[in-house]
């Protein structure tokens, strides 16, 4: 049915409820892969067409919107007719980590209705260095922009730090993990469709409406180069209803988020290294490199792929990630069951954020760097050494049920001056994700010479080491050794002070 348009090209949506949305008809809409885009007049919605009618009429793809849109939808509360669990808050949060349709159109053809990413999302006319002659101004920031090498003709106000992009990270983790935990998984999880902004350490994830639903057959992506897993590339030949045929899935996604959180941290791809895999053809050698024979050019046996300038690697981001990182492009690069979880990433990225510390150089490059040897306290970007007394770390303990007296440990902690510190510091079972109600700063980190002190701002009841109430506004001193708990809640951390 044809696009009938009114005054000004303004054009009329009916949606499946019956309500009315208008949209402008524009001569080039943008154009996808699957769809066309129209914006509405306030450009707060996106109206999607689909460039094939086949596409549009096809009662799987009508299925899997019409359960990506309600069933499924993480952005609206389960009041609301969105997913089972979802509360109103819980809802805005993941609204801003992805980019979920909103609405279905049945007239003038089968659509969808988005909304339009965030304005930080889509770069300004300075986004380029002064000089280069490169028009970046309304282009959106896919997260290719930064972590290829384009990124050297992007201003630097653009690139954000070493601490944004961790944090952004942490966000692509926990949309992830919901998603996974809804029974969801993505199937072109890509740095297409995810698009980051560095600045803001923020990030939102596009095109859902290729999601795999359960129950619903999954969709034919093609996926993008880099990110497909190796066991769908090695099986594209088959047919697609053939068995032998690795389909997208939760744990092809696992294979993604990794490449994407590699890209981000570490500003490269796992699996481009100096390694020729053949010299038939550049075909031949790509299908090697990035399905059967993929090699991880950071693994620790095979180094056939390891290029020789590797300043920063998987070590330097600490333990947690290191770890994972193997446990990813080495164990599960071949093997799917082995891939970490998303769950796994988000919580070894948090571990992470909290050893981070602020590197001293003003012009080094990613002005934050992980501390993980107390020892050792140097950045890895750029060899600024820390003074062994700006180098103080908490153990975060909690209460063992049972057995009274008893602590585990649930957390480390590296200190800087100024470090706000926030409920989750502080009292057990609290996780800064997006169930955690109260985000203001409960205290923070004073370093003055070589002393450091932890300053009441807002922990009702805060208790120092010798066990008096500590009220807001005042101090307590950190003293090396010293283990205390940190308030009189029932749930309180103990608090364990080692210097490095
Ligand atoms: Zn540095």
């Known amino acids: 049915m044809a696009h009938k348009k009114k005054n000004n090209n303004i054009a009329k949506a009916i949606l499946m409820d019956d309500t009315e949305l208008e949209y402008v008809i524009t001569d080039n809409p943008p154009r996808g892969g699957m769809k066309y885009t129209y914006f509405t007049p306030d450009k707060k919605y996106a109206v999607q067409f689909f460039n094939k009618a086949e596409d ?33 808050e819980t809802a805005a949060y993941f609204s801003r980590l992805f980019c979920w349709p909103v609405a279905l159109i049945k007239e003038p053809e089968f659509g969808v209705v988005c909304p339009t990413y965030p304005q930080n999302f889509f770069f300004g006319k300075d986004a380029v260095k002064p000089g280069v002659n490169l028009d970046m101004d309304g282009k959106d920031k896919k997260s290719k922009w930064f972590t290829s090498r384009s990124s050297r003709w992007l201003a630097e106000k653009e690139k954000g730090n070493f601490q944004t992009m961790l944090r952004l990270s942490i966000s692509l983790a926990r949309a992830i993990r919901r998603m996974h935990a809804a ?22 994830v ?73 010299t038939v053809s550049t075909e031949e050698d790509e299908y090697l490199q990035y399905g059967p024979k993929a090699t991880f050019i950071e693994n620790p046996q095979d180094t056939s792929n390891r290029p020789d300038d590797l300043e920063v690697t998987i070590h330097d981001l600490g333990p947690y990630l290191e770890k994972l990182f193997l446990q990813a492009f080495v164990d599960g690069l071949h093997d799917p069951d ?29 002005q934050w760097f992980v501390l993980y040897d107390l020892h050792n306290p140097v950045c890895p970007y750029c060899g600024q050494g820390l003074d062994s007394r700006d180098v103080m770390h908490l153990r975060l303990k909690k209460p063992m049920r049972g057995r009274k007296g ?25 996780y800064p994700d997006e169930k955690m109600q109260n985000r203001s700063m409960q205290a923070y980190i004073s370093h003055q010479g070589s002393e450091w002190y932890l300053v009441n701002n807002a922990l009702a009841g805060m208790l120092s080491p010798k066990g008096n109430l500590v009220p807001v506004g005042q101090a307590v001193w950190l003293k090396d050794g010293e283990i205390f708990p940190s308030s009189n809640n029932p749930e309180a951390l103990l608090l364990e002070v080692v210097r490095g």
């Not at 891939?339 to 080094?364: F, I, M, V, Y």
């Not at 590296?414 to 009292?427: A, G, V």
Request: aromatic residues 8%; proline residues 8%; negative net charge.
């Open 206 to 278: 596009i095109d859902i409406d290729s999601l795999v639903v359960p129950g619903v057959f999954p969709p034919e992506v093609a996926g993008t180069k880099g990110y497909i897993a190796p066991e769908v590339l090695e099986t594209m030949e088959f047919d697609f209803d053939d068995p032998k045929r690795k389909l997208p899935c939760a744990a092809t996604d696992l294979f993604a988020l990794p490449v994407l959180l590699y890209e981000y941290l570490l500003h490269r791809h796992p699996l481009d290294g100096p390694k020729v895999y053949s």
């Open 183 to 204: 029974g969801l998984s993505h199937s072109d999880l890509s740095s297409n469709n995810v698009l980051i902004d560095p600045k803001t350490g923020s990030c939102v």
């Open 406 to 430: 008893q602590w585990q440990q649930v957390g480390e902690i590296n200190l800087y001056d100024r470090m706000p510190l926030f409920n989750w510091h502080f009292i057990a079972n609290v």
């Open 56 to 88: 549009a009429e096809s009662a799987q793809m009508q299925a899997r919107l019409e359960n990506i849109v309600g069933l499924y939808n993480p952005t609206i509360s389960q009041d609301e007719g969105g997913a089972m669990g979802n509360t109103s």
């Open 338 to 366: 082995k891939r970490p979880t998303a769950s796994q990433w988000e919580r070894a990225l948090g571990k992470t954020w909290d050893l981070l510390q602020p590197c001293k150089n003003p012009h080094c490059r990613a």
